[in-house]
């Protein structure tokens, strides 16, 4: 069975996209795995440039098949930021909490009391070996706006602050499975598993078969 690394360390993250890609052909394996390996600079201007990004730097240090992903939230009032930055929005040791009053400050100081926004989610994938291996690629978006306030404790990230009108309650307040029918990274991940499903990757096994002889 061919290795796919899930090239993340956000605990949040990986628990969708275990579940998102549970019962595909292969064996997951997670950056814990290459505990020495350095991440990349993210030098993307756009969340697709950062996911293919990583899926080639991941994949051609591991050796194996990779699949990366970029994502964040889009708010209109604030000319789309966090945006790309959104992980490291407010500075890379800021909480969420500390993350969402300065959005809410923000959107005060443009006099806005919310605004439509979205979350996106890019995603690559890439083989190992020298070169740009990037054998897929997708993007799913979610529409919603700015709660007046945050509410709830599920999901992680921006969910407590992102209001999704079909659910008439914010993401942080949805369940796993109502989130993962809808959201941005199940999108992208449902789009990738038909890809992953459908493929025939004996040339892949092939190519790992060869680098490891």
Same mark, same amino acid.
């Given at each position: %069975?061919?290795?796919?690394?899930?090239?993340?360390?956000?605990?949040?993250?990986?628990?969708? @996209?275990? %579940?998102?890609?549970?019962?595909?052909?292969? #064996?997951?394996?997670?950056?814990?795995?290459?505990?020495?390996?350095?991440?990349?600079?993210?030098?993307?201007?756009?969340?697709?440039?950062?996911? &293919?990004?990583?899926?080639?730097?991941?994949? !051609? /240090?591991? +050796?194996?098949?990779?699949?990366?992903?970029?994502?964040?939230?889009? @708010?209109?009032?604030?000319?789309?930021?966090?945006?790309?930055? #959104?992980? !490291?929005?407010?500075?890379?040791?800021?909480?969420?909490?500390?993350?969402?009053?300065? @959005?809410?400050?923000?959107?005060?100081?443009?006099? $806005?009391?919310?605004?439509?926004?979205?979350?996106?989610?890019?995603?690559?994938? $890439?083989?190992?070996?020298?070169?740009?291996?990037?054998?897929?690629?997708?993007?799913?978006?979610?529409?919603?706006? @700015?709660?007046?306030?945050?509410?709830?404790?599920? +999901?992680?990230?921006?969910?407590?602050? *992102?209001?999704?009108?079909?659910?008439?309650?914010?993401?942080?307040?949805?369940?796993?499975?109502?989130?993962?029918?809808?959201?941005?990274?199940? &999108? $992208? *991940?449902?789009?990738?598993?038909?890809?992953?499903?459908? /493929?025939?990757?004996?040339?892949?096994?092939?190519?790992?078969?060869?680098?490891?002889?």
């Amino acid at each position: %069975m061919l290795r796919l690394v899930v090239a993340t360390t956000n605990r949040g993250k990986l628990r969708e @996209i275990e %579940m998102l890609l549970d019962g595909v052909p292969f #064996s997951l394996a997670t950056l814990a795995d290459w505990p020495g390996l350095a991440p990349p600079e993210e030098t993307g201007r756009t969340f697709a440039e950062n996911a &293919q990004l990583k899926a080639v730097y991941y994949a !051609r /240090h591991t +050796g194996h098949l990779t699949v990366a992903e970029d994502s964040g939230l889009e @708010i209109d009032a604030l000319d789309g930021a966090p945006g790309v930055e #959104s992980a !490291r929005f407010g500075g890379a040791g800021s909480s969420y909490p500390e993350k969402f009053t300065l @959005i809410y400050d923000a959107l005060r100081a443009k006099k $806005a009391v919310t605004s439509a926004a979205r979350f996106v989610c890019a995603l690559a994938l $890439a083989r190992g070996g020298p070169g740009n291996n990037v054998l897929f690629e997708t993007r799913g978006t979610a529409q919603g706006t @700015i709660a007046p306030e945050p509410k709830g404790s599920g +999901g992680f990230g921006y969910d407590p602050i *992102f209001y999704y009108p079909p659910f008439g309650c914010t993401l942080g307040e949805a369940n796993p499975e109502q989130k993962a029918a809808v959201s941005h990274r199940g &999108q $992208a *991940f449902r789009t990738l598993r038909t890809y992953l499903t459908t /493929h025939d990757f004996s040339d892949v096994a092939s190519g790992l078969s060869q680098t490891s002889s």
